[in-house]
């Protein structure tokens, strides 16, 4: 039945007579079974009526479970009732189960008890101070009694608990003042004090035993100077305090704190009104006003009180505008984690991490910051607030209903604990039967300490968990930077704001806010939360209307989804990466408008770190063959592609990858598209011929793509290449690979929602006049007898990429002696080189392109850099191992290796080669289109200043820039290559 010493009990349950067999089943439900049969056993002994309360207890089960109950959880309280036993008629009344005492009646009991006059608060008998502080405590005990009752046996709701506990201290302070107004005497009447709570006695959730956190504001009463008021105000506050924490011969009931006043102990200890003003715009600290947001007047001169409160309110409510205010916040709340002794830090009920303080921390910051543009968020109740927090969308309904859940259970067990021997601990116990008891007080019967032990570490590992996700959510810094009437968008502060902020179709912007924002749904209330911030990002970024325009849009098409605007919010880094995206590339929107839930993307731990070919391969060839259709299986890859692309667009965009690793991952990505796609189609080819390919096939990447360099508007240059299989007639082969190459370009080339990958195999021998595939032996054949020395330039980028391993090899090794040769070129074929690159420049250039700024084929551009460095290659890579690489950049790195070139003049080159690289990216990402000029646009050369670390009005630098960085290439250019 749960007793420990089930003998002992016994012995103590016989003097309880017939009674004991109609009790003992009740004493078993309580905490601890022992503990309760042996205070009421010496309680019917010490009561007058000790007969009558066996029979009352018999008779009413109700009244049974009320004082056991008590008598099994709180030795204190069970101490209490042996000191004064009359009082177990407290606990008779069938009124308590049902009925919650309102606050002025429990505070015009406490001022009888004193002798004082419940309607004015003021001392009316001649009680002896002693008697009065010692009857001020009797009386606080008799009501916490009744509530204790009430908790233990009728589920009473925590929050209740809590409220009632703060309107009896609040009763006890008034009670405590009446006193020391008999003590002071007639100096009181010089003085209006008034009590303002703060701390969880102000937000009405007071704890069992807990200092009562206080400020003392005062006034001179009418006539009267300052000095001699704030004299007496301040005696009466010191006295009132001492009558509250003093011990005597009925105990104490629990300090006053006033720590919390301006210049906290070192300051006066009461002010008035006007001197807490000035000192709260002047000199308080960021904690100060988070300690403010939970201030009430409780006792003494109400009117005062409230006058204070309106007076410091405004600046409770707009401290989060201040420098630094979510880091300060952050900051305390690690300081406090940091000083709790290692001994208790696992078991701290309140302080430690996972605990209370988690809990309300995160809730107070969300207030501050979001509480300035609507007032419904300013309950000071943890839960009220936390409720109100989350009807407005500022927290989730899953993470709001966690919080509620592990914050009850947490006080719960912190009433417990507390309840035990009424002392102030909020250390959770470590001995067994300390643990047994209040695993039983919890509610665990069958394993009291597995299963609150069991409870307790989850609801603290879903508190760490939700307070690490909101108390250090990145939006609440963004949102705290906004001023106060901006946090909470409205028509009227937008309208003002848009303009402004640089929107250059203001009207237009405020259609979309109005479609974003109206209505009382849930979406529509995160929509106001987030946008304040958005609007504010949108227009740190090139083209604020088409990022809200883009929002829009992606709004409306994954609105309707649940994790869409939860991430938005709940991931500060989601939602900037986002705007960043909408308002800076219309590639990167027309990518995400295509696919919304790409966002889901900028949420992910390493969300934008491209995926490895290898990874790309597998999933891309996998989702491709799983399809029957062709069609379908090249849509699924192509989606694939697509969600790829943006991802490396977003990482771009965000400075996360360099112009090499964009080049490389581009590359990565088409690799693996064509891999994916040459299964599909030789599949495809395989049910049509109904007979298994009779060759094998690969890919040869050339140009740009096989030097591992692609930028987001480049083809990609191919040459298929395929071997038959030992005995397939060889016409026989042939044809089926162009079967092959042809549905591959046929399936790439549908219309599609993703960006359109070109297949160009005009690097191929003869050109487009040859044929779109040969074998090895024909590629062999023909570079031996008809290779011009541009193809053996071309085959210096050809890196077989895609299709049968073996024969990618093959590849390579019949191509290597062409493009390498053992003793470089001849002086004819440098002059040739020389000669076509002149060609080139002369005809190839676009009519009306500016030579100093056409980034391909300008002085000093992409296409002289490589010219330079693929020279030097056929010079010497035939003696230079190093430099046998399709990779710009690295063929550079080797000829200064070998004393090709100094590093100065790499220095140059790879400058230049670099920065046109990067231009090139940015301006398709900026337009959604290719282009290898330079913007004359003069938003569209902003925007690509700005996505290359220009500032704003330094795109002309840009220009400048390049100019000067071509221009240093061109010299080298001129010397290395032209000679």
């Known amino acids: 039945m749960g007793f420990e010493d089930a003998e002992g009990a016994a012995a103590v349950l016989g003097k309880l007579g017939d009674a004991a067999d109609s009790l003992v089943h009740l004493l078993a439900v309580t905490a601890d079974p022992d503990q309760a049969t042996r205070y009421l056993a010496e309680l019917t002994e010490r009561a007058d009526d000790g007969t009558e309360l066996l029979e009352d207890l018999i008779d009413d089960e109700g009244f049974a479970m009320r004082l056991l109950l008590v008598l099994g959880a709180s030795s204190a309280l069970g101490d209490h009732l042996l000191h004064h036993p009359e009082q177990w008629r407290e606990l008779t009344s069938p009124d308590l189960g049902s009925t919650r005492p309102p606050a002025f009646a429990l505070r015009a009991d406490l001022l009888r008890a004193v002798g004082a006059d419940p309607a004015s608060a003021t001392p009316v008998s001649d009680m002896d101070d002693t008697a009065a502080v010692d009857a001020l405590r009797v009386e606080y005990r008799r009501l916490l009694l009744r509530l204790a009752s009430r908790d233990l046996a009728h589920g009473v709701g925590m929050d209740d608990v809590a409220a009632e506990l703060s309107d009896l201290a609040a009763g006890t302070l008034e009670a405590a003042l009446a006193v020391a107004r008999a003590r002071v005497g007639d100096a009181a009447s010089t003085c209006r004090l008034s009590v303002v709570a703060m701390g969880k006695c102000g937000g009405r959730e007071l704890n069992y035993v807990s200092d009562v956190d206080v400020i003392f504001v005062a006034e001179p009463a009418d006539g009267v100077e300052e000095t001699p008021a704030i004299r007496a105000a301040t005696q009466l506050a010191s006295n009132m305090m001492r009558i509250c924490s003093d011990h005597t011969a009925e ?165 417990r604990i507390q309840l035990a021997q009424l002392r102030r601990t909020h250390v959770v116990p470590d001995d067994a039967e300390s643990l047994r008891r ?22 603290r590992r879903e508190v760490r968990r939700l307070h ?39 009207v237009g912007a405020l259609r979309h806010l109005e479609a974003l924002t109206s209505g009382v749904s849930r979406s529509a209330a995160i929509q106001r939360t987030l946008l304040p911030v958005m609007l504010e990002w949108f227009a740190d970024a090139p083209d604020p209307d088409a990022g809200l325009l883009g929002f829009r849009k992606i709004s409306e098409a994954l609105g309707s989804t649940h994790w869409y605007l939860r991430l938005l919010r709940d991931e500060g880094q989601v939602a900037y990466r986002m705007a960043l995206v909408l308002a800076s590339s219309r590639y990167g929107t027309d990518l995400l408008q295509r696919a919304p839930e790409g966002v889901a993307l900028l949420g992910k731990e390493n969300g934008l770190v491209p995926l490895s070919r290898e990874a790309l391969e597998k999933e891309m060839v996998e989702v491709g063959l799983r399809q029957t259709d062709p069609v379908q299986a090249i849509e699924a890859v192509r989606a694939i592609r697509r969600r790829e692309l943006f991802r490396v667009a977003t990482a771009d965009l965000v400075g996360e990858l360099d112009v090499a690793a964009v080049g490389l991952a581009l590359t990565d990505i088409t690799v693996a598209t064509l891999e994916a796609a040459l299964a599909v189609a030789s599949a495809a080819i395989e049910a049509e011929r109904r007979a298994p390919l009779p060759t094998r096939m690969a890919i040869v990447a050339m140009g740009r793509f096989g030097g591992h360099e692609l930028s987001y508007g480049s083809d990609a240059d191919v040459m298929f290449v395929h071997e038959p299989l030992e005995g397939v007639d060889g016409h026989e082969a042939s044809t089926a690979a162009t079967h092959v190459a042809n549905e ?52 210096l980028r050809a890196d077989a990429l895609v299709g049968d391993r073996g024969l990618r090899d093959r590849f390579t090794a019949m191509a290597d002696p062409l493009r390498f040769p053992a003793d ?156």
């Open 744 to 795: 591959l370009r046929r399936l790439l080339a549908l219309p599609g929602t993703d960006p359109a990958l070109d297949i160009d195999t005009g690097l191929r021998p003869e050109g487009k006049q040859g044929p779109l595939v040969r074998s090895l032996d024909s590629y062999a054949a023909y570079y031996a007898k008809w290779s011009a020395v541009w193809e053996a330039q071309a085959l």
């Open 251 to 415: 105990g104490t009931i629990w300090p006053v704190d006033a720590a919390l006043r301006p210049e906290g102990k070192s300051g006066p200890l009461v002010r008035t009104v006007a001197s807490h003003q000035g000192y709260y715009e002047r000199w308080a600290k960021t904690w100060e006003f988070q300690a403010l947001l939970k201030a009430r007047p409780v006792a003494g001169d109400a009117a005062l009180g409230r006058e204070y409160c309106e007076r410091i309110g405004p600046m409770v409510w707009s401290a989060a505008e201040r420098e630094g205010f979510v880091t300060d916040v952050q900051a305390m709340r690690r300081r406090v984690l940091e000083h709790i002794p290692a001994q208790h830090a696992e078991r701290q009920l309140k302080l430690g991490s996972g605990g209370l303080r988690d809990v309300e921390f995160a809730v107070q910051l969300l207030q501050l910051v979001h509480g300035r543009g609507d007032e419904k968020v300013r309950c000071p109740a943890t839960l009220s607030a936390l409720a109100e927090l989350t009807r407005g969308g500022y927290v989730g309904r899953e993470d709001g209903a966690s919080l509620d859940a592990a914050y009850k259970f947490l006080r719960t067990l912190e009433h």
């Open 438 to 459: 209040l695993g039983r007080s919890m509610g665990f019967r069958r394993q009291p300490i597995a299963e609150l032990d069991q409870q307790w570490k989850q609801h």
């Open 468 to 506: 690490e996700k909101l108390f250090y959510r990145p939006l609440l810094a963004a949102v705290a930077k906004l001023p106060g009437d901006e946090a909470r968008l409205t028509p009227e502060a937008a309208k003002q704001r848009l303009a402004a902020l640089g929107y250059a179709d203001p």
């Open 824 to 979: 470089g070129i001849t002086d004819k074929d440098v002059r040739e080189v020389r000669r076509i690159k002149a060609r080139v420049d002369s005809e190839r250039l676009p009519r009306g392109a500016d030579p100093a700024t056409h980034l391909k084929l300008g002085r000093g551009g992409l296409a002289d850099v490589e010219w330079t460095v693929q020279l030097l290659q056929m010079q010497h890579a035939g003696k230079i191992e190093s430099l046998r690489t399709t990779r710009t950049l690295d063929a550079l790195a080797a000829a200064v290796e070998a004393d090709l070139l100094p590093e100065e003049d790499a220095d140059a080159l790879r400058q230049a080669w670099s920065t046109a690289s990067r231009l090139r990216n940015a301006i398709m990402l900026v337009r959604g289109r290719p282009s290898d000029s330079l913007p004359r646009d003069p938003r569209e050369k902003a925007a690509v200043a700005h996505l290359c670390g220009y500032a704003p009005g330094e795109s002309d630098e840009l220009v400048n820039d390049y100019l000067r960085i071509t221009r240093r290439a061109r010299a080298v250019v001129d010397r290395v290559f032209w000679d």
